[in-house]
């Protein structure tokens, strides 16, 4: 890293912070993207892979380019955001989902499912075939949502590299899998494309759990290791959210990492299935 | 602390047992030595009694000799026997007295030998005696009174005298010892009576202050532990510091009679914080303390109890009230310390004195509060630990997913990079060779590029040098027209002045002049006016606003306005549209008249004789508009030249004719601009046919505004809501319970403004046993239902304020109201609106006694009702009873039926609060039995659980939707749902809605006219919002219509067009939606021109200004943000929906 953006020594240091904070008001107040509420290490450690990456000495130059040239904002906001995930991910999580909250979910007439911060999709297809396999996909409806427009389009396009589909396929089965992955994929050209008819029943949208408020009840929400990111004023704001979408007893997947246990909204759910992070609403009556 | 147990230990303290064990000993030797006293007292008194009688005897003895001789005497002088008798006498008590003496001398024996003595004696005497009487007997009285001559009974008798001195002295001596030993015996049981009393006193003093030094010990010992227990009480589960102290200082206080106090926490080696306190003024200094400094300080470094007397008066702990302020006099101050580590610090002030007990208390609690201070600030350290560690284990899942990321990019690009340096190499052989070609190429090209930009240059400045003409000549046009006007129109007024000749001094050819002058004058202004017209067509400058434009009304205007101008020339004008002709055409209506106008008017005034005639016709591509007259016609030569400006066939036509011969220049230009032509046939002197040809939609339409005027329409502001203005209810101007309520009487609330009736019906509900409140107004009928929450209300519709329907919606809307049963009374047939804004009853006036009395039963058997009623509608007898089964609960009656209609049968007849029914009935559907339900009058309509095994299509849930909030599908985990559904609505049945929520729910068919019979499409595929917005707008009278995403609206809109019937007034449009989104759908719908006016509020989940920007962009009217504001999604609609 540049010697001379040195952000250990104190001066440097402060200036960093205030270089640090200017920017991330100004991504709020030009493009309304509140980033305001995010863990602070992760996005200035985000932020230093940034300045490395456009060659610029300080975030001062990355301000300056955010507000004056278009475009550049779409290319920042990759970094600010970690698009990771993969199919099945944390396999016990889906198949404490399969085993124990879709016999609950096979009681709706139409079910709702909200996977928010959905990033490049893997959780969100996963879902999808795992309602499918469940005979469930037909009448469920997966709302999608992310704050970055370039990894939902990912998302939407549902192509994934063909190398990584190994993986997939393996948790896929540890998940408890009634079908082979590849019955819902096909691979050409180093890349596999998902279902189109997975796709159906997907709503891919942009939505903000800093800013933006709940649209639709949902029978269960997934949201995994996305509260890491956020400080716990904005945790408290999301599971807010949360509890404000979910049917009565509707349930809540977090993260692995993740806990309810200091947010002031930690009342509002109950345990259902606690070593895989899954909650239920807890029924105010 | 603890005293040894009562079993095991001694009985009483070992001083009491000593105590008590002294009076047992004391009391047993007062009784012996009592005892004895007594005994010899009682010995000493025998014998005075004796020494006594003794006493007597010896006088009775003697007295007996006495008399012997006195008898014996008698008889000797006398010799009567009659002087015997004494003699006899005396001789025979003799003996009986000598016995007695010797008995009551018996423990003397000198007395007794003496009274041995005595007897002797006296036995000689009464010998002498009798020998003497013997001998007088004989007759020898000289020698009896010889015996007596020799003085031997003198001596015997003196003898006996002096013995019996003797005895008596002796026995006088005897006496008087005994008295003295009788009276020392005496004396001594007096003292020891007195002595013992004294030491029982003593003893008994001793043992009541033993006791009372136990009792008192006892009593503190009991006081301190109490004191403990309740701290230990307060300080008891998971607290927080603050609260903690709150608590700890408040008992304190309490519990020892402080007047005000604090407590400290130690928040370091050497500092102290106040974190609560017990009445400390809001302003006190010193809220952090170093050890040593200061009082507490002090106390602290020196870890033992402050007590402190006298305190001065600016102590910094004062004693506060409303009223005034004091110093408190004594201060405890007691450091709170575990292994000699002081956790906290309490102070307390007292305003009297305090004494040792509260010192001692305080010195045992303070271990306590050190206890419980520690392990709450572990507590909260660890608490503090946890969240660190979640946090860090947040932080460090962070980093792991950014270095996936990363790693995942560094793959990526390696990768990338991989395959493009491959393709770099062969493109570059690639590239090389085809390098030089392009070099070839590009000399060549240069050269052509050159020729080229020298010709564009040129071409540039011709172009340039054309607009610039044209924009001069337009200029010039618009300048020249104005310069032209200006003079003209002083010219025209003046003129016109002249002409009317209002002096009367000008001659009739001068006013024919001047008429003139006008004539021509406005034909000068009309041809100024044309020609401007013309230049802004040809430069392009008029704004086309197409709209969908219904040709009928269309011709109906020219024949309006030429049917009178042909009759007047005598000539016929007819205009017809063909049937097959569309109803409609998208074009710019002005224009378009315009044009019609010109041809017409033309048409009209070169006719002479015959007839004019507009028709319009259409073929696939277009529409035509003939003009046909019988007029002079145009020779073929000038068809061309008489649309051109300044062109016409006879240049003296217009002049005959009227009209600057512009006309159809502008008309052809105009029919060009909207997409069309205009083409002439024509013969002179058989008339001429103009045809404008059409498009049937305007080709270079663009998207434009929306159509409303937005000017003010946001400031439309709903009709203010009635509400009880008055904060005072106003005394009722009869007599009424309000001030006299019993807190658990059944009240009723009677609102009606005729005072008669009021009091009749106060005088009924008190004989039924109700209490009244009785108000004349609306607004504090409202007030008071609120104030004193009546058990029900008896409402009047014609109140002199507002409406009884209108309180009567207030109350339904109002949660805290809703549940009042109110029972309606009008003279107008209300019953409609009254029942279906949820009243329990109606009655038209004037009402009979019975029928209140009825009334108010009814109230009575509604507030009685306590039982709660489910209905199951299910055919399979099976899942009947197994449903039953599920849901048995207490005070839960569960009627079960069969088919629809057993259910419709039974919803007529008892109202229930929830029913649970099954789709699949032998009878009729599920749907149908909901719809029936609905539709029925006398049906009330309990909050419905749809159970069903039946697959459920979309269009079959939405449905379902309208009247079932909760549907569940049979499958192993339902049964458990079902009992939580069942349980909720009963619970919020109790809790909020009693009984008629569901009617509640179509509120009012109110006097909002904007919703009245409206058609609404609401685009929206969360059930939740369907669910809540078909709830409100249908009771409002508005008619809805649902698409569940962006494809269904535009099929549900295109449907709708064209039918007047079922024409959508307004459209709620949801972003967020499967499919095609909110967006997609609104630009789609605003790409057609008959749906540009059709009124869009976009339902957005999004709160950013951009996102509100997006959705206004893309068509909406205005926007409303989610989860949605009732009052203001209403008034929306209201200022949108076309009036």
Known sequence: MDAEIDPTSATHGQRWEIEFRLLIEAIYQVYHYDFRGYAAASLKRRLRTALVNFECRSLSQIQDRLINEPGFFGLLLNFLTVPVSEMFRDPGYFRALREQVVPLLRTYPSIKIWVAGCSTGEEVYSLAILLREEGLLERALIYATDINPQTLAKAQAGVYDVDRIAAFTDSHQRSGARSSLSDYYVAAYGRAVFDKSLRRRIVFSDHSLATDSVFAEVQLISCRNVLIYFNRDLQDRALGLFREALCRKGFLGIGSKESLRFSSEAGAFDDFVPQERIFQKRDPA | ?1139
């Open chain 2, 1 to 1139: 602390m603890v005293q040894s147990s009562a079993h095991s230990g001694p009985p009483l303290p070992p001083s009491a047992l000593a105590g008590f064990m002294a009076a047992v000993l004391a009391v047993i030797l007062m009784a012996i030595l009592s005892y004895q006293a007594q005994t010899r007292s009682v010995a000493a008194a025998d014998a005075v009694t004796q020494g006594v009688e003794l006493i007597v005897q010896i006088q009775n003895l003697l007295s007996s000799a006495k008399d012997a001789e006195t008898g014996q005497r008698g008889f000797l002088l006398a010799g009567d026997e009659a002087y015997l008798e004494p003699f006899t006498s005396g001789k025979a008590a003799i003996n009986g007295e000598l016995d007695q003496m010797t008995r009551l001398t018996g423990q003397s024996p000198e007395q007794r030998q003496r009274v041995d003595q005595l007897r002797g004696l006296i036995s000689a005497k009464l010998d002498e005696l009798q020998s003497t009487i013997t001998l007088k007997r004989a007759g020898k009285s000289e020698a009896a009174l010889a015996i007596v001559r020799t003085d031997r009974g003198k001596i015997l008798m003196d003898k006996i005298r002096v013995l019996v001195i003797d005895i008596e002295n002796t026995d006088r001596t005897e006496l008087a010892q005994r008295q003295q030993e009788w009276q020392r015996t005496a004396i001594l049981s007096t003292r020891i009576t007195w002595i013992g009393s004294i030491v029982l006193l003593v003893l008994i003093g001793a043992a009541a202050a033993l006791v009372s030094r136990d009792y008192r010990a006892r009593q503190l010992q009991s006081w301190l532990r109490t004191g403990q227990m309740g701290l230990s009480e307060r300080i008891q589960g998971d607290q927080t510091l603050d609260s903690l102290g709150e608590n700890v200082v408040s008992y304190l206080a309490h519990y020892l009679g402080a007047q005000v106090g604090a407590i400290y926490i130690a928040e370091g080696p050497d500092r102290f914080r106040r974190f609560a306190g017990y009445a400390l003024p809001a302003q006190l200094p010193n809220e952090t303390l170093r050890r040593g400094d200061s009082l507490i300080g002090q106390a602290v470094k020196d870890n033992r109890l402050l007590h402190l007397t006298d305190v001065p008066p600016d102590y910094t702990l004062p004693v506060n009230s409303s009223i005034g302020k004091s110093s408190p006099r004594e201060i405890l101050i007691a450091p709170a310390s575990i292994d000699r580590t002081v956790h906290a610090v309490v102070e307390l002030g007292f305003l009297g004195r305090t004494d040792d007990s509260q010192q001692q208390l305080l010195a045992l609690l303070s271990t306590m509060i050190a206890v419980a201070v520690r392990s709450s600030k572990d507590r909260t350290r660890l608490e503090e630990l946890l969240q660190e560690t979640q946090r860090q284990a947040e932080e460090l899942q962070t980093q792991q997913e950014e270095l996936r990321v990363n790693n995942e990019e560094l793959e990526e690009q390696s990768r990338a990079l991989k395959v493009s340096h491959a393709q770099l190499e062969s493109q570059q052989a690639e590239l090389e060779q085809t390098n030089s070609q392009l070099e070839e190429q590009t000399r060549l090209l240069e050269h052509q590029k050159d020729e080229l930009s020298k010709q564009r240059g040129l071409l540039g400045e011709r172009a340039a040098d054309l607009q610039r003409a044209n924009l001069y000549k337009s200029q010039f046009l618009a300048n020249m027209s104005h310069e032209l006007r200006t003079p003209l129109n002083s010219t025209l007024i003046l003129a016109k002045l002249l002409a009317d000749n209002k002096d009367g001094n000008l001659t009739e050819q001068q006013v024919k002049f001047a008429r003139t002058i006008t004539t021509a004058g406005n034909d000068l202004l009309a041809l100024i006016n044309d020609v401007l017209d013309l230049s802004k067509i040809e430069a392009g400058k008029i704004d086309l606003k197409p709209e969908v434009v219904r040709l009928a009304k269309m011709v109906d205007e020219q024949s309006r306005l030429f049917q009178p101008l042909a009759e007047k020339r005598g000539i016929k004008f007819s205009a017809t549209v063909l049937p097959a002709t569309p109803e409609t055409i998208e074009t710019d209506p002005q224009r378009l008249g315009q044009i019609l106008k010109n041809l017409c008017s033309n048409a009209v005034k070169f006719t002479e004789v015959g007839e004019v005639s507009l028709l319009v016709s259409a073929t696939a591509e277009s529409l035509s508009f003939t003009v046909t007259d019988t007029g002079v016609g145009i020779p073929e030569n000038q068809h061309k030249n008489i649309f051109e400006a300044f062109q016409q066939a006879d240049g003296s036509i217009h002049r005959k004719f009227g009209g600057t011969g512009l006309g159809l220049s502008i008309s052809r230009d105009l029919a060009h601009r909207l997409g069309g032509q205009i083409t002439l046939q024509s013969t002179p002197g058989k008339g001429s046919t103009f045809t404008l040809t059409l498009p049937h939609v305007l080709p270079t339409a663009k998207a434009g505004e929306p159509a409303l005027d937005e000017t003010g329409i946001r400031a439309a502001a709903l009709a203010a809501p009635l509400a009880p203005h008055q904060r005072r209810i106003a005394p009722a101007q009869i007599e009424d319970d309000r001030a006299q309520l019993a807190s658990n009487a059944r009240v009723i609330l009677i609102v009606e403004d005729d005072v008669a009736f009021a009091g009749i019906l106060r005088d009924l509900a008190h004989e039924l046993g109700f209490q009244c409140i009785i108000t004349h107004t609306a607004g504090e009928g409202l007030l008071a239902a609120t104030q004193f929450k009546p058990s029900a209300i008896l409402l009047d519709i014609n109140l002199p304020d507002h409406s009884g329907l209108g309180v009567l919606e207030q109350l339904k809307r109002n949660p805290e109201t809703r549940h009042i049963p109110v029972h309606v009374a009008s003279i107008a047939d209300h019953a409609h609106g009254a029942l279906e804004l949820g009243a329990m009853g109606f009655a038209q006036k004037p009402v009979t006694r019975e029928q209140l009395i009825e009334a108010l039963g009814r109230i009575e058997t509604k507030l009685a009702q306590r039982v709660r009623r489910v209905l199951v509608v299910e055919d399979d007898e099976r899942q009947r009873e197994s449903i039953r089964e599920l849901l048995g609960m207490a005070d839960l009656q569960i009627t079960t039926v069969a088919s629809a209609g057993k259910a419709l049968e039974a919803l007529r007849t008892v109202t229930f609060d929830c029913m649970v029914m099954d789709l699949s009935l032998p009878d009729f559907s599920g749907f149908e039995l909901l719809e029936r339900m609905q539709e029925q009058d006398g049906v009330s309509v309990p909050p419905v659980i749809v159970y069903t095994g039946r697959a459920l299509s979309p269009d079959d849930e939405q449905k379902l939707r309208r009247f079932s909030k909760s549907i569940i599908l049979k499958d192993a985990r339902s049964p458990e749902r079902l009992l939580d559904e069942v349980t909720l609505f009963l619970h919020q049945v109790e809790a909020t809605l009693p009984a008629d929520r569901q009617r509640m729910l179509k509120v009012a068919r109110d006097q909002d006219s904007a919703f009245e019979g409206r058609r609404i499409l609401v685009v929206e595929d969360d059930v939740r919002n369907v669910f809540a917005l078909t709830s409100l707008l249908e009771p409002k009278g508005a008619r809805i219509q649902i698409a569940r995403n962006g494809r269904e609206a535009l099929d549900a809109l295109l449907a709708a067009t064209g039918r007047e019937a079922d024409r959508i007034d307004l459209v709620l449009m949801d972003v967020m939606m499967p499919e095609m989104d909110g967006l997609t759908a609104m630009r789609e719908i605003r790409k057609r021109p008959e749906w540009k006016k059709l009124p869009i509020v976009a339902l957005t989940a999004k709160a950013m200004q951009d996102d509100l920007e997006a959705c206004m962009d893309a068509g909406a009217n205005d926007y409303i943000a989610k989860p949605l504001d009732v009052e203001k999604l209403l008034s929306l609609i209201r200022v949108w929906m076309p009036k």
